[in-house]
């Protein structure tokens, strides 16, 4: 059996995507970052108009150093209550699977304290309730830290965000493939199998 140049490619794609899936765990992670941010609790920002102001730094008073954080990615996360019934928005331990953070905020360099960043909510951003979450990663593009601005529970210091509506993603047989392998590899497996 002879097999196709772009099937090989495909296939080696496909290793190489897998080997990107860095096996990282939040509970595994120091939460060595105080993060707050400008929101009162309950308060419903409107997207495409209102702006959060997020400020972090390194928690002094821990013992972890912090030499080996390279760079900063600010995020903003589905709260529980806005993840019930839906896969789309599912929390994992692993953070390859994780969907709680799904919004970009802003990374860039590692700074120990005076961080502040003033965010427009985008006004694709879907109505939900929200914390935001800040991830250290370091020179191996890997989480090795984070803080947030709600517990561990989260439950306290959470915001609203008034903005679209939002479908049920992931029904049926995809959601099944994404929820196996993750959104990332889907399509690079089902071009295989195609061929």
Known sequence: MELHPTSVLLILSCFMVASYAHNV????LNQSLIVSDSA???QVLKAGVDTLTITWAYNTNLTVSDANYTTIEAKLCYAPLS???????????NLDFDKTCPFDITNGTYKRANNTFIWTIPKDTPSATYFVRVFVINAKNHEIAYGQTTNDQKTTNLFQVDGVVS???????WS????SFGYRYAWLLMLVIIL
Do not use: C, F, M
Request: glycine share 18%.
């Open 167 to 173: 479908e049920q993603k992931g029904s049926g047989a």
């Open 83 to 93: 993840q019930t019934g839906r896969d789309d928005r599912k929390t994992d331990d």
């Open 40 to 42: 009162t609790p309950g």
């Open 176 to 179: 099944v493939i994404g929820n």
């Open 25 to 28: 765990h939040l509970s595994t």
